[in-house]
């Protein structure tokens, strides 16, 4: 398996171009992202920002051009569309990206808040507290309280709370290299 390299780009995209009807959101567009940088997509309703991002992921593919990705590369992406209950919690949703262990972590969050009222959740708490452990969870933990703490946050707010009339607005893509496994 190819290795990360960081001389090389992370992702690169050589003439593309990509329509939907006769209207052009991509025309001949070329860029590199390098290990390091950081880059804020802007721009109106309809002008090609989630398609960018889904030409990066390779989730659709260009009308012309080449998309080049560094072969250990981990694309993520935090969809428009909030696929989550009302009821659910900011710490769910941002648990909710990390898979297995972001469920435990979820659970563990509502488990730790309800066992002062319910003390028979002291083992099943505790069964969480072995999981997470071993896992390797707590600087999972760890990283989602910071993300809260940057974006300010509250772990506990309900989804409807945050949610704008339209709902949910903000696109986040996430490029990182993977670890090495060699």
């Known amino acids: 398996m190819p290795t990360y390299s960081p001389d090389m ?6 003439s593309v171009s990509i329509a939907f009807g006769p209207e052009a959101l991509l025309e001949r567009a070329s860029f590199q992202i390098d290990p390091g940088e950081r880059v804020c997509l802007i ?5 090609g920002k ?9 989730s659709i593919k260009p009308d012309e051009g080449l998309i080049w990705r560094q072969p250990a590369l ?8 909030l696929i989550a209950s009302e009821t659910d919690t ?16 979820a659970e563990y969050h509502h488990v730790s808040h309800e ?3 319910d003390t028979s959740l002291l083992r099943r708490m505790e069964w969480l507290q072995h ?5 390797d969870g707590w600087r999972m933990h760890q990283r989602i309280d910071d993300i809260l703490e940057v974006h300010r946050l509250s772990a506990d707010a309900t989804i409807a709370s945050r949610s704008a009339p339209d709902g949910p607005s903000n696109v986040t893509l996430m490029l990182r290299p993977r670890p090495s496994t060699a």
């Open 131 to 135: 999981e997470i452990e071993t896992r």
């Open 43 to 47: 721009g109106r309703n309809g002008a």
């Open 74 to 81: 981990r694309i993520a992406q935090l969809s428009q569309e």
């Open 90 to 105: 900011v710490f769910d949703v941002v648990a909710g990206g990390l898979q297995e262990i972001g469920a435990l972590l």
């Open 9 to 14: 780009p992370l992702l690169s995209f050589d």
């Open 50 to 58: 989630s398609t960018l991002l889904k030409l990066a992921e390779g």
């Open 115 to 117: 066992v002062g009222r």
